[in-house]
């Protein structure tokens, strides 16, 4: 069964960035659809992104121009590049692969 496990979260100032990391276990790791969601306190998790196993990405309209989604397969990674952080992007990130979920990361946007 894949485990998705997160890493990257943090405290950063409005503007700034970060960059999530998302390890997923699976000998055929190339082959996952892979994404990112958040939940921030009080609300439903949301979907942030997403990226085919050719490669193909999307993203949530709050996020595009800012956020970049890739993969590495060599290292069974899917990265989460958050550029221009907002408070408004505050909350718990989570990965999910092949059908999976990870724990969760915590990130924290300050004014």
């Known amino acids: 069964q894949v485990q998705p496990v997160e890493s990257g979260g943090g405290l950063v100032q409005a503007g700034g960035s970060l960059r999530l990391s998302c390890v997923a276990s699976?000998?055929?790791?190339?082959?996952?659809?892979m994404g990112w969601f958040r939940q921030a306190p009080g609300k439903e998790r949301e979907f942030v992104a997403a990226?085919?196993?050719?490669?193909?990405?999307t993203y949530a309209d709050s996020v595009k121009g800012r956020f970049t989604i890739s993969r590495d397969n060599v290292k069974n990674t899917v990265y989460l590049q958050m550029n221009s952080l907002k408070p408004e992007d505050t909350a718990v990130y989570y990965c999910?692969?092949?059908?999976?979920w990870g724990q969760g990361t915590q990130v924290t946007v300050s004014s």
């Open positions: 990226i085919t196993s050719s490669g193909g990405s």
């Open positions: 999910v692969a092949s059908g999976s």
């Open positions: 699976g000998r055929t790791f190339s082959s996952y659809n």
